[in-house]
């Protein structure tokens, strides 16, 4: 199975920043859809954002202008951009290899005073 490792998430103050990065295994990483996910503790697990191989991206209404996905084909990573951080975008966020759907083990986000 691909691999995903996130790493970057903590404790932030609102109105912080967080970069979280989802480092992948595998010689398919260039060629798929990768994608940011998160899920607060009762509710569903939402999409976040995405970015296609040639770096086309989309964005949850919710995060839109807050929040940035990049990617690094040569680092084989995929990076989040989270500025301007809310309370409730408080969850585990999790990278996800879209082609291969495969997940990362997630990592907490917590935003709070």
């Known amino acids: 199975q691909v691999q995903l490792v996130e790493s970057g998430g903590g404790l932030v103050q609102p109105g912080g920043s967080l970069r979280l990065s989802c480092a992948a295994s595998g010689s398919i990483f260039s060629i798929s859809t990768m994608a940011w996910y998160r899920q607060a503790p009762g509710k569903q697990r939402e999409l976040v954002a995405g970015i296609t191989p040639g770096g086309i991206t989309n964005y949850a209404d919710s995060v839109k202008g807050r929040f940035t996905i990049s990617r690094d084909n040569g680092k084989r990573t995929v990076y989040l951009q989270m500025n301007s951080l809310k309370p409730e975008d408080t969850a585990v966020f999790y990278c996800?290899?879209?082609?291969?759907?495969?997940w990362g083990q997630g990592t907490q986000v917590t935003v709070s005073s």
């Open positions: 996800k290899n879209v082609q291969t759907n495969s």
